[in-house]
T-cell receptor
Framework: KAGVTQTPRYLIKTRGQQVTLSCSPISGHRSVSWYQQTPGQGLQFLFE???????NKGNFPGRFSGRQFSNSRSEMNVSTLELGDSALYLC?????????????FGPGTRLLVL | QKEVEQNSGPLSVPEGAIASLNCTYSDRGSQSFFWYRQYSGKSPELIMFIYSNGDKEDGRFTAQLNKASQYVSLLIRDSQPSDSATYLC???????????FGKGTTLSVSS
């Protein structure tokens, strides 16, 4: 089975721009969770989607948003980028909703905001 | 504020030794516990999960859960230099909610 894929792998943006990241889960997995990882804060949960519905949301500003399509692929969008948004963005898929189910991570998208 | 705490390390052990990684969590009702390994520049990969009190073994890895004391640990037997990585503890407080991650412990195994 193919693993979780994320595109793009690397991205450089400037402050004020917006960015869209994409995640394709493992085939058959319907839950996609997004995380932000920084050296200072570690892995922080952004949101989870299951069957096109947002199930959980972390403590991030409204500039961070996401969606999920009928084929379970998910996108996250960050508008009005700030320097502090520079991070590794990881998506993880699981077969069921909720964190109790084992999650498998994609390779991540490394975003640098200048 | 639900928290997961790990000693950031680095934890240094010689090759062949047992590495012991610990994690404590604040919410007594936590249900599922996971250990992930993350190599520098890579994404986390699942090592083990444990739901019940006691030990769970998988090859050189043993996860231990003590819900009364609110800690979960990971033992790595016969440590190898390739085990050098950051180990992340993750806890699911309640079914249907997100995983909460600790900040990780960096393990260094010297040959």
């Amino acid at each position: 089975k193919a693993g979780v894929t994320q595109t793009p792998r690397y991205l450089i943006k400037t402050r004020g721009q917006q960015v869209t990241l994409s995640c394709s889960p493992i085939s058959g997995h319907r839950s996609v969770s997004w995380y932000q990882q920084t050296p200072g804060q570690g892995l922080q949960f952004l949101f989870e989607y299951f069957s096109e519905t947002q199930r959980n949301k972390g403590n991030f500003p409204g500039r961070f948003s996401g969606r999920q399509f009928s084929n379970s692929r998910s996108e996250m969008n960050v508008s009005t980028l700030e320097l502090g948004d520079s991070a590794l963005y990881l998506c993880a898929s699981s077969s069921r909703a909720g964190g109790g189910e084992t999650q498998y991570f994609g390779p991540g998208t490394r975003l640098l905001v200048l | 504020q639900k928290e997961v705490e790990q000693n950031s390390g680095p934890l240094s052990v010689p090759e062949g030794a047992i590495a012991s990684l610990n994690c404590t969590y604040s919410d007594r009702g936590s249900q599922s516990f996971f250990w992930y390994r993350q190599y520098s520049g890579k994404s986390p990969e699942l090592i083990m999960f444990i739901y019940s009190n006691g030990d769970k073994e998988d090859g050189r890895f043993t996860a231990q859960l003590n819900k009364a004391s609110q800690y979960v640990s990971l033992l790595i037997r016969d440590s190898q230099p390739s085990d050098s990585a950051t180990y992340l503890c993750a806890v699911n407080v309640q079914a249907g909610t997100a995983l909460i991650f600790g900040k990780g412990t960096t393990l260094s195994v010297s040959s």
